[in-house]
């Protein structure tokens, strides 16, 4: 069974060079109505922490429907308690740190995380070139690191790119 990449919001904080968003017509992607029989589910944006309240409700639709794990894809580190919330309801988390000024966020999120974070969740980081961090404050996170943009950005192939009905904005 395929991974869903379910678009919860077109809308970002950033303007990424980079960004594969820019090559997709997110407006008229599928819209998912069934998210049953994937094997997982990658909530991504634009930026999904912008809207936390709708991000909250829509992983309660799909909890509705299914019990397949669901992870968030963000590149937003700064509120650490909201991004906690999240993760109480979801399976994990890939944050993503574009540039330098991801760097104090993510450590301020390592540090609350030390004693709020909920048991059994995954934690991806995705480092993009050429940011760097010591061993120490990487602790926990399954590290992918010196990431590059990829031009065209191919979605895998075992995975399918939909989106909600009524995109957040």
């Known amino acids: 069974m395929p991974k869903l990449r379910l678009l919860v919001t077109d809308k970002c904080n950033r303007s990424c060079q980079g960004c594969c968003n820019k090559q997709w017509d997110l407006a008229n992607l599928p819209i998912c109505k ?8 990658l909530l991504t944006g634009g930026e999904p922490m912008l809207h936390i309240a709708q991000l909250i409700n829509t992983i309660g639709t799909i909890r509705k429907q299914t019990n397949t794990p669901i992870y968030l894809y963000t590149a937003k580190a700064d509120h650490p308690t909201f991004l906690n919330v999240v993760l109480t309801l979801v399976d994990g988390i890939t944050l993503t740190l574009h540039d330098k000024s991801d760097i104090e966020p993510f450590l301020a999120l390592q540090e609350y995380l030390k004693y709020h974070k909920p048991e059994s969740k995954s934690l991806r980081l995705n480092i993009f070139h050429p940011i760097s961090l010591a061993p120490e404050q990487l602790v ?18 075992d995975e399918t790119f939909m989106r909600l009905e009524k995109l957040h904005s």
Not at 143 to 150: A, L, N, Q, S
């Open 34 to 41: 069934d998210f049953r029989g994937y094997d997982q589910i």
């Open 140 to 157: 926990g996170w399954q590290v992918k690191p010196d990431m590059i943009w990829i031009e065209d950005c191919p979605l895998p192939t």
